[in-house]
T-cell receptor, first 116, second 114 residues
């Protein structure tokens, strides 16, 4: 079964600083990888996803993520953080396991605080 | 506007009093699911449905029921709520059950069981 680890429970950065949120996954085949963002009081919104091809994926709101198979990682990055980026971020892996209709397994989330 | 709606958004109830949280989507999606979100645990799937009258258990189905009589609706039923079901609940839908599909989430229902 697939699993996702987000090692950082909480990250604090200053506005304008760069950001990297870590995500490691466990899955036997090529995974489908996602980053979702949850703003306070809101549902989850897709930031970006990776299936195949170019390992550097561009998403909305200036975010990007890089798939590294050798490290089983899919880290999320942004060169310059804005105060509005303060939210909780979830990495998820989708797997087409035979006999399973489960779609996504989520990590436990990383809470991002942005200092003025 | 394409969306997933949930009602109610906030609910306080007492142990044992049956409740239903409604979920509706207007995108003609086949796949719908319910998640609960708890601090430090991320989102865990409770139940899912691949289409009308087709439902199955997710990772944490105990104490919950669902039904899918219409494609657009997927209510979550707690027959006898207990305090350990206090949580934030999300309904989600996607076009199909394929692992590559983007899931669209409702705004969430915050439930407190006393």
């Amino acid at each position: 079964a697939q699993s996702v680890t987000q090692p950082d429970i909480h990250i604090t950065v200053s506005e304008g600083a760069s950001l990297e949120l870590r995500c490691n996954y466990s899955y036997g085949a090529t995974p489908y990888l996602f980053w979702y963002v949850q703003s306070p009081g809101q549902g989850l919104q897709l930031l970006l996803k990776y299936f195949s091809g170019d390992t550097l994926v561009q998403g909305i709101k200036g975010f990007e993520a890089e798939f590294k198979r050798s490290q089983s990682s899919f880290n999320l990055r942004k060169p310059s953080v804005h105060w509005s980026d303060a939210a909780e971020y979830f990495c998820a892996v989708g797997a087409a396991s035979s006999g399973s209709a489960r779609q996504l397994t989520f990590g436990s989330g990383t809470q991002l605080t942005v200092l003025p | 506007e394409a969306q997933v709606t949930q009602n109610p958004r906030y609910l306080i109830t007492v142990t044992g009093k049956k409740l239903t949280v409604t979920c509706s989507q207007n995108m003609n999606h086949e796949y719908m699911s319910w998640y609960r979100q708890d601090p430090g645990l991320g989102l865990r799937q409770i139940y899912y449905s691949m289409n009308v009258e087709v439902t199955d258990k997710g990772d944490v189905p105990e104490g919950y029921k669902v039904s899918r009589k219409e494609k657009r609706n997927f209510p979550l039923i707690l027959e006898s709520p207990s305090p350990n079901q206090t949580s934030l609940y999300f309904c989600a839908s996607s076009l199909t059950r394929g692992p590559q599909e983007t899931q669209y989430f409702g705004p969430g229902t915050r439930l407190l069981v006393l």
